[in-house]
């Protein structure tokens, strides 16, 4: 199996995450912490310096992690993920394949030097009650950027990767959209913000150079349902452009936010097929 490697990787942080750290927020504290020593753990491994980005949430301190791949080129795109998980559910899909697909690109390109230099985040609080608020993580990184004039060229938000099936009926959308993308669930999705359309446009086109897994892609307001539910839309409110790749969360995947996202229901080769092309892509991005 061309994948088998990568395929094996992507398991086992997957069940490290949501098999055996389980529910991660600020109401289960210690396996929250359990999951940011995990990846610091990993990407230490990785021979990266992580750089934390501490805070105070409900009382409690929490961490933002970072680590960066020198490129040989200007500017930076950054790829993050959140590694929480929402109140009552593992968080296998969640964001434990995100948070997998992000140690496993940052494993690629510390043998590498990219086009750009690319900063990979593990984002904590994104799941409520703090999505959209001050003391989601993303957000405090994202305005701490901007205040550092961070030259973020664009922000890529890895939103569970996890999910694929090959029957039709198996994909739904927003109103509408429906009429435009197919009704089986097989693809990865690659969504932005108008403004960020034209970034969106070059990044599906360096994936689909270097992969063949089926790819479907949207810009539009970020009001429309689900455009503009998890990271992306931190850096959106900042000024920067980004984009979401996912697929598809609640549009497709039956067990979303609940106690059901465990690892056993994560389709771990088309995952790692997807995982392998953003490896390529974020390795020789120019934007």
């Not at 938000?157 to 089986?184: A, K, N, R, W």
Request: net charge negative; charged share 20%.
């Amino acid at each position: 199996m061309v994948y088998e490697a990568l395929q094996d990787s992507l398991r086992r942080h997957v069940f490290r995450l949501a098999g055996e750290i389980g529910e991660r927020n600020v109401f289960h504290y210690d396996a929250l912490q359990a999951a940011a020593g995990y990846v610091r753990g990993v990407w230490e491994d990785q021979g990266f310096e992580v750089v934390s980005q501490a805070y105070e949430a409900n009382g409690l301190v929490c961490e933002n992690l970072a680590v960066t791949c020198p490129g040989a080129g200007p500017g930076l795109i950054l790829v993050g993920a959140h590694y929480d998980s929402v109140k009552g559910s593992p968080g296998a899909n969640d964001n434990g394949s995100g948070v997998a697909g992000l140690l496993e690109i940052s494993r690629a390109l510390s043998q590498a030097t990219p086009a750009m230099t690319v900063r990979c985040v593990a984002f904590v609080n994104e799941e409520p009650p703090f999505f959209y608020w001050g003391k989601m993580g993303s957000l405090v990184y994202a305005k701490a950027a901007r205040a550092r004039s961070d030259a973020i060229r664009l922000m890529v938000s890895l939103e569970m990767l996890g999910c694929y099936h090959q029957e039709p009926g198996t994909q739904d959308y927003p109103p509408l959209l429906g009429y435009f993308y197919p009704d089986t669930g097989n693809f990865i999705a690659f969504v932005s913000n108008l403004k960020s359309s034209g970034l969106l446009r070059k990044t599906v086109q360096a994936f689909q150079t270097h992969s063949d897994f089926p790819l479907q892609s949207l810009a539009a307001p970020s009001l429309v349902p689900g455009v503009g539910w998890s990271d992306q839309l931190s850096f959106w409110r900042e000024g920067y452009k980004a984009l979401m790749v996912t697929d598809t969360a609640f549009f497709r995947y039956p067990y979303y936010h609940t106690a059901a996202d465990t690892p056993d229901k994560i389709d771990y080769a088309s995952m790692a097929r997807v995982v392998a092309g953003l490896q390529r892509t974020f390795e020789g991005l120019r934007v």
